[in-house]
């Protein structure tokens, strides 16, 4: 019996992810799903967003089901991401027959980013361009010290050997284990290491040598804006595209939308002990409270994690369910082009299980 903590967030969030939870539980595995006490529940019974029993119940369980927050479950994500080290995040891009792409012709587009998902600019240390030792620090470009550059701000970008060589090992096993599976095995790294040599350099670097160790993989390097070009114009060139953490975040939401958008997209985020899997389309504040969500980013996400705890075939009914409904087009979310309520969509891919 595999356990799951199921976190739903906020806003419209829990409308796709209650849905989605139902879905899984209707496939009668040895999975169960548990609900810790994080955010509203959190505060209501402990008096904290994420107390420490919410801390437990996810060190205790075989992964976590997330589904997006407006602030109130940010803790229960930090702690999931930081504290349990998930430092690939992994996400998929896959037309599906059916989808309102804005691409003439969207068949062939099958890709991964993998973002690196601790380090770049996410270490989140900002200050003030005046202060101390930062202020004395010599900019290549201005030739001055950045103190007299004006007033301003600061923010530091860190990318180690570790965090470099860890995630772009992860993406070399992908792009190793999606060959096996008929892709073409080709890894593409992107990364500004024309103009930041030292620490875009510095993951291009990383990611080339362990690249070396994996012959049966393809292995290609460009300037990100160039990359950021060809995932436009040429995304079905692509296979596993490895970047550091901001691009990633970015360049992903960009290939989403190459699909059909953001409704779309799923993502897990894995460590060497644990991993967790969201949608990445963020809590919509927007539209919370309509029903009309579309859940296909959480149910890919449900796909995905399926697939971690070893569920494969499960996996894959539920994704050729979705991908049967989409086929049909029945029930389509306004987002795609329908008038479905997201309740209505994920009834229908019920009936295609």
Request: hydrophobic fraction near 40%.
């Amino acid at each position: 019996m595999k356990t799951v903590c199921a976190i739903p967030g906020e806003d419209a969030a829990p409308e796709a992810f209650h849905p989605t939870v139902a879905l899984i539980e209707s496939l009668g595995l040895d999975l169960r799903f548990c609900y810790p006490p994080v955010g509203q529940a959190g505060l209501e019974g402990y008096g904290k967003a994420f107390p420490r029993q919410a801390r437990e119940m996810i060190d205790a369980s075989d992964a976590t089901f997330f589904g997006a927050t407006n602030g109130q479950s940010a803790a229960a994500l930090f702690y999931l991401r930081w504290g349990k080290a998930t430092y690939a995040n992994v996400r998929p891009t896959r037309y599906l027959t059916g989808y309102k792409s804005p691409l003439a012709s969207p068949e062939g587009l099958d890709l991964v980013i993998v973002r690196e998902n601790l380090e770049d600019a996410y270490v989140c240390v900002e200050g003030d361009l005046e202060d101390g030792v930062v202020a004395n620090l010599r900019s290549r470009t201005a030739r001055k010290r950045l103190g007299e550059l004006g007033k301003g701000r600061y923010a530091v970008k860190a990318i180690t050997d570790k965090g470099a060589e860890q995630v772009a090992r992860h993406a070399c096993e992908l792009a190793r284990r999606r060959k096996s599976q008929g892709h073409p095995g080709k890894l593409t790294c992107g990364t500004k290491h024309n103009m930041l040599p030292h620490v875009d350099g510095l993951f291009r670097d990383v990611t080339a040598r362990v690249a070396q160790d994996y012959p049966d993989v393809t292995f290609e390097s460009f300037i990100v804006d160039d990359l950021a070009h060809r995932l436009v114009a040429q995304p079905q060139s692509l296979d596993v595209v490895l970047l550091p953490n901001l691009y990633g975040d970015i360049l992903s939401d960009a290939a989403a939308g190459l699909a059909g958008g953001l409704g779309l997209a799923a993502s897990g985020c894995y460590g060497n002990r644990y991993a967790y899997f969201e949608s990445a389309h963020g809590s919509a504040p927007d539209i919370a409270g309509r029903g009309i969500i579309n859940p296909t980013a959480t149910i890919l996400s449900g796909v995905m994690m399926l697939e971690h705890l070893g569920f494969s075939e499960a996996a894959a009914r539920l994704h050729a369910a979705l991908e049967a409904t989409y086929a049909a087009g029945e029930a389509l979310t306004p987002d795609q082009g329908g008038s479905a309520s997201t309740q209505q969509f994920c009834d229908k891919v019920s009936t295609h299980l």
